[in-house]
Structures are given as structure tokens and as C-alpha cells.
């Protein structure tokens, strides 16, 4: 079956204090992994998409990478508005190809 | 720009009524998604709808229904509800199926009382 696991589940770090996220998974074959911020009492807010092991994407204090059986999402200097929950989710060959499997996400709460 | 619209933004119903949430995709966006998130849970895909045709099925109830309109938007009928279908329910729309560019919208908060 397929499946997502992040970890932690919560995370507090101080403002510039850099840290990473996990995401796991196990899938038939993998079409993509996605990383989403989900603030509170909204949609989550597309951020990345790996396809490859080895593949890497940046934007502004993010970064993501992928390998064969995880994903990252490094976090370097973080300030307090980068509080939210970071929700990874991937895109399975075969089955439903038009659905997201999500993890439950990492809490982050950057103090200033 | 224009964001993906989902009304009502809170429903609250009782055991055993009907409920209607309702999703405006992004304008030319063909494709549309229904989530649900549970609280403090990952979202679950339902159902997703590509040029008014049925694409995809989730783990939809089979007291829910939904559809898509010549216009696109796209309507999550539920019935007989429980108290643990309270949640948030998400739409989601992008063009072409593609996933890469799905944009969520902010959920309708649903409360079963």
C-alpha cells in the first residue's frame, strides 16, 4: 500500500536556527513528490515537485530534495512567518493517477 | 489573481441532514479535486472530476455524490451525515489533470452535530 510518513511531527526551532524535515515513502512507483505549507484554517500552498532521485529545488529559505526513498525539506535561517504545517505528498504510477497521497505534515514553530 | 473559491466557508448540520459545499475552480482550470481532512489528519482524496467527466475516485462514502458543471465549478453532495464526517473539506482545481500546478482552495469547515 501506498504510504507517506514525515517526521517530526512538530518542530520549534529559534529564528536562524536551520533544520530539516522528512518525508518518507513507499510506493509502486513514484510520479512525483510534493511539498505543500498548510497554514492554519486554509488549503494547502503548492511549494515543490520532485520527480528524480538526486533532483533538488530551492526557493527563497527552502529547499527540497529527493532520493529513492525520501524527501527533505531544509529549512536554513528561518524566520517566525515560516511557521506552518509542511505537508509532503506523492503522485503513484497506476491506480488513481489523479490523486495525492498525503502525509500528516510537520508543525513549525519558529520563535523570535 | 483568482484563487479557487469554495462556499459555504462553515456549515454546521445536524445527524441525518443533507449538505451541499460548492468549489469554483480557477478560471480555464478543467480539472477539479475534493479532500478531506479530519482534524489534525493528512488530507484524504475523495473524488476528482476532469472536463465534466468522473476521473478519479478516493475514499468516498457512498452516501456522497459529486459532480462537475458546464461551467466547471463543481458541487460535494452529502447525505444522511455523521458526526465523523465533520471536517474540512478542500477543493482543488488545475489544468489538463496536471498536478504540478493543483491550487487549493480554503475549505469548507463542515460540523456535525
Known amino acids: 500500500e501506498d504510504q507517506v510518513t514525515q517526521s517530526p511531527e512538530a518542530l520549534r526551532l529559534q529564528e536562524g536556527e536551520s533544520s530539516s524535515l522528512n518525508c518518507s515513502y513507499t510506493v509502486s512507483g513514484l510520479r512525483g513528490l510534493f511539498w505543500y505549507r498548510q497554514d492554519p484554517g486554509k488549503g494547502p500552498e503548492f511549494l515543490f515537485t520532485l520527480y528524480s532521485a538526486g533532483e533538488e529545488k530551492e526557493k527563497e529559505r527552502l529547499k527540497a530534495t529527493l532520493t529513492k526513498k525520501e524527501s527533505f525539506l531544509h529549512i536554513t535561517a528561518p524566520k517566525p512567518e515560516d511557521s506552518a504545517t509542511y505537508l509532503c505528498?506523492?503522485?503513484?504510477?497506476?491506480?488513481?493517477?489523479?490523486?495525492?497521497?498525503f502525509g500528516t505534515g510537520t508543525l513549525l514553530a519558529v520563535q523570535p | 489573481a483568482a484563487g479557487v473559491i469554495q462556499s459555504p466557508r462553515h456549515l454546521i448540520k445536524e445527524k441525518r441532514e443533507t449538505a451541499t459545499l460548492k468549489c469554483y475552480p480557477i478560471p480555464r482550470h478543467d480539472t477539479v479535486y475534493w479532500y478531506q481532512q479530519g482534524p489534525g489528519q493528512d488530507p484524504q482524496f475523495l473524488i476528482s472530476?476532469?472536463?465534466?467527466?468522473?476521473?478519479d475516485k478516493g475514499s468516498i462514502p457512498d452516501r456522497f455524490s459529486a459532480q462537475q458543471f458546464s461551467d466547471y465549478h463543481s458541487e460535494l453532495n452529502m447525505s444522511s451525515l455523521e458526526l465523523g464526517d465533520s471536517a474540512l473539506y478542500f477543493c482543488?482545481?488545475?489544468?489538463?489533470?496536471?498536478?504540478?500546478?493543483?491550487?487549493f482552495g480554503s475549505g469548507t469547515q463542515l460540523s456535525v452535530l
Open positions: 505528498a506523492v503522485q503513484a504510477f497506476g491506480g488513481a493517477t489523479n490523486k495525492l497521497i
Open positions: 482543488a482545481s488545475s489544468l489538463g489533470g496536471q498536478l504540478e500546478k493543483l491550487f
Open positions: 472530476f476532469y472536463e465534466k467527466m468522473q476521473s
